[in-house]
DNA sequence: TGCACCACTTAGAATTATTCTAAACTACTT
DNA sequence: AAGTAGTTTAGAATAATTCTAAGTGGTGCA
């Protein structure tokens, strides 16, 4: 049967970080779903939520190291206003600017082109595309 | 002969804003040269180097003021880094991540197409685009 | 199964970026 | 010159995030 409850544990084994019961139940809400965007502390306390005691220097050192482990990425949207987004593929970001809002939308459709070479001696790391919209 | 000092004053009056000892001496720092990224931090040190006295608030007042002025623009790249831009056309960045350089690139080279339409109920803002780059 | 070790968690303090408060000051009007 | 509203400022406050140092708990091994 499709679906059936994915190893948490062993996805952060793989990850390099020992399963813990705070790791598992934030790896738990973040990816049973489907995409999530989440801030450390609407994170918080839908963990909370759960019955799971966690405070919130653990969901800030978890979300970190998630986010370096590539589990998770991270979306700078305004001054203090940092998401952890699950969906870790190509696709860029509407930001509701009226109400804080983020949607995805596939970047398969989208085509930037003649964007210029990086600066002498660096390399590329990733493009961002923020649509900031208002209601 | 061109280039002669601009009057900076008019320019703030022009924007609704009384030029005051500190937004001059702001100003002109800003806008004298060519474009210019600053953080608040950063321009408040320039300005006190002109023994001109400034508080770090003023210098935050200002930077507001003037981006609602449209004076100003504002380039979120990282959790707690906010850049003010003096450069208010449609352009986009490079962001060297590895040593916090921010570089503009013109975009009228670059084509973004393809874009889906706003979520409903929303009209489009503005579309940043921020290459990250890493040495 | 029992330990030992070291990674992990945590409360609370610290740091950083930014905004607020309320009193003093100043640019502009009359 | 005086009045007034807009501005500046020191310092406190807030918000997001990180750090510290002490305790806890996974894990590998006896
Ligand atoms: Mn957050
Ligand atoms: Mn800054
Ligand atoms: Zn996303
Ligand atoms: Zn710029």
Redesign the pocket.
Known sequence: MPGTSPDFAARL?AAG???????VALARVLFEGGHRHV???SLHGEVRATRI??????V???L?QFRDAGLLREVVVA??K?YFDTNTGHHHHFFVETDGELHDFPSDKVTIAGLPAPPKGTRLSRVDVIVRVRR
Chains 1, 2 share one sequence.
Do not use: D
Request: aromatic share 4%.
């Open positions: 084994r970080l020992r399963p813990t019961r705070q790791r801030t450390a502390e005691p966690v405070s919130l220097a653990t800030y050192n978890a970190n001054p203090g940092s």
